[in-house]
């Protein structure tokens, strides 16, 4: 083989890499319309995103703000939860492979899932160290997994007693209340038996708050998960759940409803 010939293919070989690179950083951004949709959900504007949604799917293709958008609006936990983890696995450099870690650490916490989801804060404290979740204003309302005085744990690590104070405080009018099933609900407790979770019920709804228990069965277990109050927005919620934290000492955790 010639030296021109040589050339000639590494020149291409080098060409075939810088094209691949460029493709997987091109995928990598997030468009300005993929930031708006996204900034519309966290503002509880899901229904106008989900219209629009299909196109965003089909313009940018292996795109990981779509698909962390995909798994935003999912119409199960489980499918989102797909969603997350392939930002995470095929784009951990992306800007939202951090928030994804932290809403499958959501979704395993929400389940009562509690070893399985420390091993996913401990990833995103591993990989994502300055992450905002971890540094910034959510990480105030974030559970301390560990933490006894908060509750006790069964031995099939589902939470069975909530503590809950001897002279709790009244809650702020402006939490109670409401009937409206909002985007955004604050979880406090995730429970192996209905009693437990209807005694948390009635804890918060004699504070006059508006409480529900959701059953959800994953792995042939049963959970009673009781969400206390309807929000639309999560910041909204994390404010609450702050309140929550001080006034009652019982730790809590922002769901999105599917």
């Given at each position: ?31 300005p319309e993929i930031r708006d949709a996204i900034a519309k959900v966290d503002h509880g504007q899901a229904e106008d995103v989900k219209r629009v949604l299909p ?134 407790g995730a429970f192996s038996t209905s009693a437990n979770a209807e005694k948390q ?58």
């Amino acid at each position: 083989m010639s030296r021109a010939s040589t050339i000639v293919r590494r020149t291409a070989g080098f060409f075939l890499l810088l094209g691949a690179f460029l493709a997987v950083t091109h995928a990598q951004e997030t468009a300005p319309e993929i930031r708006d949709a996204i900034a519309k959900v966290d503002h509880g504007q899901a229904e106008d995103v989900k219209r629009v949604l299909p196109d965003l799917a089909a313009k940018f293709q292996n795109n990981p703000g779509v698909l962390y958008l995909q798994g935003r609006l999912a119409a199960d936990g489980i499918e989102g939860v797909k969603f997350y983890q392939s930002v995470v696995d095929n784009f951990p450099k992306s800007e939202y492979a951090d928030a994804a870690l932290y809403h499958i650490y959501q979704y395993y916490y929400a389940l009562g899932l509690y070893r399985t989801a420390e091993l996913k804060m401990q990833a995103l404290r591993k990989d994502y160290p300055a992450s905002p979740f971890l540094t910034g204003s959510q990480a105030a309302s974030m559970p301390a997994l560990e933490d006894p005085a908060v509750r006790v744990r069964s031995k099939d690590d589902t939470m069975s007693v909530a503590a809950a104070p001897s002279q709790p405080a009244e809650p702020a009018p402006s939490a109670a209340g409401t009937a409206v099933k909002a985007p955004y609900t604050l979880q406090t407790g995730a429970f192996s038996t209905s009693a437990n979770a209807e005694k948390q019920k009635n804890f918060f709804e004699d504070k006059g708050f508006t409480v529900e228990v959701t059953n959800k069965v994953r792995g042939g277990r049963s959970l009673f998960l009781v969400w206390v109050g309807s929000y639309g927005t999560a910041d909204e919620a994390r404010r609450f759940g702050k309140e929550v934290r001080s006034k009652y000492n019982i730790d809590s955790i922002v769901v999105e409803r599917y």
